[in-house]
């Protein structure tokens, strides 16, 4: 892939993990600085390097403060933005990108074990908050 499409996938990524699109740009661009030497000089970008990218994406994001999330976001999204962070880029991790839980995700504080009650808890709660906000409208 491009460089163009490693950029716009990394900050669709961060988008959905924030749901903020400032935010997302702030770590979006702090994710790729910090994996940017492992880039080819011909700014081809390989899918591992999305991968670590992503994972670096990831991190940053469970260090940071916890945020409120903005009220202008839709469906999947705002279920989403519910889910406590762990889960949530557990989710985007396996669901949503199609990664194994065990490609990379060893560099969390987290035993693989751990990683999947995440997501079978993220994947229930997101469940019942879309049938929620589906028998609410």
């Known amino acids: 892939m ?14 959905m993990l924030t749901g903020e699109e400032k935010m997302a740009g702030e770590i979006a661009e702090l994710a790729i600085t910090n994996t940017a030497e492992q880039l080819s000089g011909d700014n081809k970008v390989t899918a591992i390097m999305l991968q670590l990218t992503v994972l670096e994406l990831i991190r940053i994001f469970l260090k940071m403060p916890k945020s409120q999330s903005s009220d202008d976001v839709t469906g999947i999204q705002r279920a989403l933005l519910r889910l406590k962070p762990l889960s949530r880029a557990v989710v985007i991790w396996k669901d949503v990108l199609g990664y194994q839980i065990s490609d990379n995700m060893h560099g969390f504080d987290c ?8 997501l ?15 028998c609410s409208t």
């Open 2 to 15: 491009d460089i163009e499409v490693y950029f716009k996938k990394v900050y669709t990524v961060a988008y």
């Open 111 to 118: 035993t693989y074990e751990e990683l999947v009650r995440e």
């Open 120 to 134: 079978v808890c993220g994947r229930r709660e997101l469940k019942e908050q879309i049938n929620y906000s589906n």
